[in-house]
């Protein structure tokens, strides 16, 4: 079975500075990995994702995420945060089947302050 | 970009009644949806995946008798939750794959916020 975890329910942090938001799985098979960003009031979208190919990989926003196979994270990274960036943030993990589906992580909460 | 919308965007009722949600995508055609669960500050739980033209397969734990889905057409499913009870008050949230394009590709509507007295 698979499950993500995402540790920090709410990271604070200030304007301008820099931000890691964590995410670690677990799976016995190839993954796909995904970040979502959900606003107020508003559906889910893609931020970035991970199928294959080159560890690191660059999403909207300015946000890139880090595959780590031995050490099961796909964290997710942002130099310099702005107050719009405040949002909840989810990790998910998709089996890579032929249905695909996302088991996401509890989620955690961006909150930029001035 | 894909849209993919929901209808109602909020609904109250009674305990004991059905409430019908509706779950389009607007631009393109969705061999494939999924119906989610949110409670507050927790994260999505996968409800079921809905083929059209059949029978949508339920994750484990979840009453299909109690949430009904019906994926009659490439742009729209919808989920019926019956008999509704207090403790089936919660965020409803859809997502559609896109026929043409590939399986790791979710795109997600507004949700539904569904509050039963």
């Known amino acids: 079975a698979q499950s993500v975890t995402q540790l920090d329910s709410q990271v604070p942090v200030f304007e301008e500075a820099p931000v890691e938001l964590r995410c670690n799985y677990s799976?016995?098979?190839?993954?796909?990995l995904f970040w979502y960003v959900q606003y107020p009031n508003q559906g889910l979208q893609l931020l970035l994702k991970?199928?294959?190919?080159?560890?690191l990989v660059k999403g909207i926003n300015g946000f890139e995420a880090e595959f780590n196979k031995s050490q099961t994270s796909f964290h997710l990274r942002k130099p310099s945060v702005h107050i719009s960036d405040t949002a909840e943030y989810f990790c998910?993990?998709?089996?890579?089947?032929?249905?695909?589906?996302?088991?996401f992580g509890t989620g955690t909460l961006l909150a930029v302050q001035p | 970009g894909a849209v993919v919308s929901q209808h109602p965007s909020w609904v109250i009722c009674k305990s004991g009644t059905s409430v019908k949600i509706e779950c389009r995508s607007l631009d393109f055609q969705a061999t494939t949806m999924f119906w989610y669960r949110q409670f507050p500050k927790q994260s999505l739980m996968l409800m079921a995946t809905s083929n059209e033209g059949s029978k949508a397969t339920y994750e484990q734990g979840v009453e299909k008798d109690k949430f009904l889905i019906n994926h009659a057409s490439l742009t729209l499913s919808t989920l019926t939750v019956t008999s509704a009870h207090p403790e089936d008050s919660s965020f409803y949230i859809c997502?559609?794959?896109?026929?043409?394009?590939?399986?790791?590709?979710?795109?997600f509507g507004p949700g539904t916020r569904l509050t039963v007295l």
């Open positions: 991970y199928l294959s190919g080159s560890t």
């Open positions: 998910a993990v998709g089996d890579g089947g032929a249905t695909n589906k996302l088991i």
């Open positions: 997502s559609a794959r896109p026929t043409a394009g590939g399986h790791d590709t979710q795109y």
């Open positions: 799976s016995s098979v190839s993954v796909y």
